[in-house]
């Protein structure tokens, strides 16, 4: 089974600071899912990355994807209160099934 | 935007009753998932679904839970006799390829 790992589980950060938060995977996987979700609400889709190498920022947030690693990170730049939310990454197997999420990571920037 | 609605957005159970959660993912779509989140952890697959049957199922998805495309536009999860352990928030998802789209959720509370 793949094995999805995010750290930190708990982030917390002072507006204006930046950081990244982390995710390996245990099998070869060509793409990777973050999304956002805020407490009681649904799983929003922030990035898709497609292949090694891949970056995409959008806003304060960017995140990148090494498969050789088995790792992507999302990296949050000058971070504001609107960030604050629970922070999950996602593989699937290459077969275009069910998605492996991982733990979590969630996120509270102090002003 | 197309979304993937979910209906009720709440329920609450007795323990032993049957649920029937239901979803209505976007149109043109051709693959359909039902994950849960136990509050406070993180998503699990439960199901995939494609070509009017199951095409992936996980060890959660045993004999109490089915899925079924009765018409042309819903997609639902039945419990057949609820347990305490099953109250968590269900989200059901649909794609056209890999990147899948997430519903709101319904949140179910067994008692």
């Known amino acids: 089974e793949l094995k999805v790992e995010q750290n930190p589980l708990f982030l917390s950060m002072q507006e204006g600071k930046n950081y990244t938060i982390y995710c390996n995977y245990s099998?070869?996987?060509?793409?990777l899912y973050w999304y956002r979700q805020d407490p009681g609400k649904s799983l929003e889709s922030l990035f898709v990355l497609l292949s090694n190498g891949a970056v995409k920022q959008e806003g304060r947030l960017m995140a990148s994807l090494d498969t050789k690693a088995r790792l992507s990170t999302l990296h949050i730049t000058a971070a504001v209160h609107d960030l604050s939310a629970t922070y999950f990454c996602?593989?699937?197997?290459?077969?275009?099934?069910?998605?492996?999420f991982g733990t979590g990571t969630s996120l509270t920037v102090i002003p | 935007e197309p979304e993937v609605t979910q209906t009720p957005s709440h329920q609450v159970t007795q323990m032993g009753q049957e649920v029937i959660l239901r979803c209505v993912p976007i149109s043109n779509h051709l693959y359909f998932y039902w994950y849960r989140q136990i509050l406070g952890q993180k998503v699990e697959f439960l199901v995939s679904?494609?070509?009017?049957?199951?095409?992936?199922k996980s060890e959660i998805f045993d004999d109490q839970f089915s899925v079924e495309r009765p018409d042309g536009s819903n997609f639902t999860l039945k419990i057949r006799s609820t347990k305490l352990e099953d109250s968590a928030m269900y989200f059901c998802?649909?794609?056209?390829?890999?990147?899948?789209?997430f519903g709101p959720g319904t949140r179910l509370l067994v008692l």
């Open positions: 679904f494609y070509n009017n049957e199951i095409s992936e």
């Open positions: 099998t070869t996987s060509d793409r």
């Open positions: 996602a593989v699937d197997m290459n077969t275009g099934n069910q998605f492996y």
């Open positions: 998802a649909s794609s056209w390829g890999r990147t899948q789209y």
